[in-house]
């Protein structure tokens, strides 16, 4: 049960982290977006935090409500 529940935080972590980052690239192109490696290394990696993130909540949340 707990692994179901590090799942959906992940996923929701993962979903939260695209939507944040949307907002921010919201001011450039496509081109711009393809082109810079920088760009790719800092918002990818952000993403991937706010999953963990989201993991991390959702085992949080798993132990404090059921154990």
């Not at 939260?16 to 949307?22: E, P, W, Y």
């Not at 760009?39 to 409500?65: D, H, K």
């Amino acid at each position: 049960m707990v692994y179901l529940f590090g799942i959906i935080g992940l996923i929701l972590g993962f979903a939260v982290g695209l939507v944040i980052i949307s907002l921010f690239l919201n001011g450039y192109s496509r081109r711009d977006l393809v082109r810079d490696n920088s760009l790719r290394w800092t918002y990818g990696l952000a993403v991937w935090v706010f999953a963990a993130l989201g993991a991390w909540g959702g085992v949080w949340l798993y132990e404090r409500s059921f154990l």
